[in-house]
C-alpha cells in the first residue's frame, strides 16, 4: 500500500507533463494555422479590393441608364396624357349634342 502512495503522485506529475506538452505542441500548431488563415484573408481582401473597382463603374453605368430611361419614360407619359386628354367641344357641337 505504501509502494502505491509513493507511485501515484509519478504517475500525476508524470500525466501533467505529457499533457503539458501535447498542450504546448497543439498551440504551436494553432498559431501556424492562425497565420495561415491571416494570409488567405488578406489575399481574399486584395482580390477583391481590385473588383471594388468594377462595381464601382457597373454601379454608375446601370445609375446613368436609370435615369436616362426615367427621362424617356417621363416624356413618353406626357405625350400620352395629352393625346388622351379629352378635347374641349365647341359650344356647336355641344348644341347639335342636345
Given at each position: 500500500m505504501e509502494y502505491l502512495s509513493e507511485m501515484l503522485p509519478i504517475i500525476i506529475y508524470f500525466?501533467?507533463?505529457?499533457?503539458?506538452?501535447?498542450?504546448?505542441?497543439?498551440?504551436?500548431?494553432?498559431?501556424?494555422?492562425?497565420?495561415?488563415?491571416?494570409?488567405?484573408?488578406?489575399?481574399?481582401?486584395?482580390?477583391?479590393?481590385?473588383?471594388?473597382r468594377l462595381f464601382n463603374v457597373i454601379n454608375f453605368t446601370t445609375d446613368r441608364f436609370g435615369v436616362i430611361s426615367e427621362t424617356i419614360i417621363s416624356f413618353i407619359t406626357a405625350k400620352l396624357k395629352k393625346?388622351?386628354?379629352?378635347?374641349?367641344?365647341?359650344?356647336?357641337?355641344?348644341d347639335d349634342y342636345e
Open positions: 500525466l501533467l507533463i505529457v499533457l503539458l506538452v501535447v498542450l504546448i505542441i497543439v498551440g504551436i500548431k494553432l498559431i501556424f494555422t492562425i497565420t495561415k488563415v491571416d494570409e488567405l484573408l488578406d489575399d481574399v481582401t486584395e482580390k477583391l479590393s481590385s473588383f471594388d393625346l388622351m386628354k379629352p378635347k374641349k367641344k365647341s359650344k356647336k357641337e355641344e
